[in-house]
């Protein structure tokens, strides 16, 4: 069982900056594919990003490819999601999820992951 619960969300505007963290629980952590997905309001969950148990591997949309970077700390339990020049379409709520995958494998379908955060708004203003 993994729980976990994301922070740094907020209001930015666009072009600026903003670091979204999620902390788990658990001793595997490491051995979680990680991965952010985002959900705008009367649209689909999809998915932003994702990062393979050591790091080592990461894959993320092509709506932000180029601007977002996705990272984990498995000293902390902690994965980041760093929004570099946010837009306004990337305001959405973002989720935190983990998905048990074979070592260095990546997975980017929301039915893949088991364990969900509670998510953590994001708003991009013009």
């Known amino acids: 069982q993994v729980q976990l619960v994301e922070s740094g969300g907020g209001l930015v505007q666009a072009g600026g900056s903003l670091r979204l963290s999620c902390a788990a629980s658990?001793?595997?952590?490491?051995?979680?594919?990680m991965g952010w997905f985002r959900q705008a309001p009367g649209k689909e969950r999809d998915f932003v990003a994702a990062?393979?148990?050591?790091?080592?591997?990461?894959y993320y949309a092509d709506s932000v490819k180029g601007r977002f970077t996705i990272s984990r700390d498995n000293a902390k339990n902690t994965v980041y999601l760093e929004m570099n020049s946010p837009k306004p379409e990337d305001t959405a709520v973002y989720y935190c999820?983990?998905?048990?995958?074979?070592?260095?494998?990546?997975?980017?379908?929301?039915?893949?992951?088991?364990?969900w955060g509670q998510g953590t708004r994001v708003t991009v203003s013009s």
């Open positions: 990062t393979s148990w050591s790091g080592g591997s990461t």
């Open positions: 999820a983990a998905a048990i995958t074979p070592l260095g494998i990546v997975v980017v379908t929301t039915h893949q992951y088991r364990y």
């Open positions: 658990g001793r595997t952590f490491n051995t979680y594919t």
